[in-house]
């Protein structure tokens, strides 16, 4: 095997295993929130905010990792974020308080915002574009898993041996993959590069790239109502078809298995095609996930939920590697973690608000509005991405007088 396909194939797998340990933290809170409420006595609301709570870390360094990531490289930024978080995750463990419970799901995310785009970065600067959506989806195969593997942690493992000895686990396997990392991954030569290399790309470029803000907010929109989906998914079952925590959290885990596959089938697809067929392909799968959504609060057989559930996994799941590899295409190598920072930034702003709105109102109203407005909100999110264009990236390239290496526009 080529060495740079050994080194593709190793950094893509361990990115892989840190994104399952980011996952399985998130997800594990989800389905064991009605354990840990009960503990706490929390009502909905409460909860909603704790759900939320890590993203207010979270959303305060996705851009600034990236931005650290591109000045630097991204194995150490990966490194330090995927112990940040681990060890976050370990110590929500021992939480006495309400108050305890928030600081750590804060320091959590702190963490997963340094750990993501450096990941990220790591994945797309190894591969081409021919392979880059299926390899970033291979990548992100991690989160769909370890959305599985925490839904299911907390669900099952949760009432018999208490939420507190889950996070102790996910924890502890964080901190191996972060050890594994750097041991295995050697850093990259550096490499000769020409004059022009050498200049500078201007950060404030990202901000007049049209193509890139498009995507950013459309990721917002998309994500208001996708995180109602991860998070509150459980509660919803459990609300709607008056399933018990086990069911629910089982029934809600399916997301992340079709999803993995979905993210594989997708990316292999887009791969082979041109921009305008990955645009084409975001714009229908996020139709399509918006009509799954909001087709559930009809009154139907849990088998027909159940159906449903690993459709809306097997398309939803994998727009987050589409918006990846779409990022790393629309600017500069340069300027490469930075976009992905920013868009995934933005985006991920949705989860600093959406669950505790989704809790506020499914107090005052009920958890199957919700759930419906929020597939409306990811409705209307497709509208963006009309605007997307190639064309205007292109352009843009072109006025940094060959700083970037050229992306081919003859399939455009």
Known sequence: MHTDTKRMVLVSILCGLGYMMYSVDRMTVSSAIGLIASDFGLEKGQSGILLSSFFYGFIGFLFISGIIADKLSGKPVLILGLVMFSLATMLTGIAGSMTSLIFYRVMTGIGEGVFWPAASLEVANVTNEKQRTTVMSLYWMGYPIGGFFGTWLGAMLG?????????????????????AYALLVKSEPKKVVTVAHKEKVPLKLLFKNRAVMLIAFYYFLLLSGWWIVLLWAPTFLMNMKQLSIGVAGTIASLLGLTGA????????YCDK?????????????TLLSSLLMAAMVMQLPVFVVIVLVLFLGLLGYPITPLVLSFTAELVPEQLRGSAIGLVMNIGMTAGGISPVLAGYFADKYSMSTVWFVAACVMLVSSVLLLGVRKSVQSAEKRTLSGLASPISTSKQ
């Open 261 to 268: 596959l979905g993210g594989f089938l997708l990316g292999r």
């Open 159 to 179: 009432p018999l041996y208490g939420w507190r000895v889950v996070f102790y686990v996910a924890g502890g396997l964080g901190l191996l993959v972060a050890l």
């Open 273 to 285: 095609g041109d921009f305008a067929r990955k645009r084409r392909v975001l714009i229908g799968v």
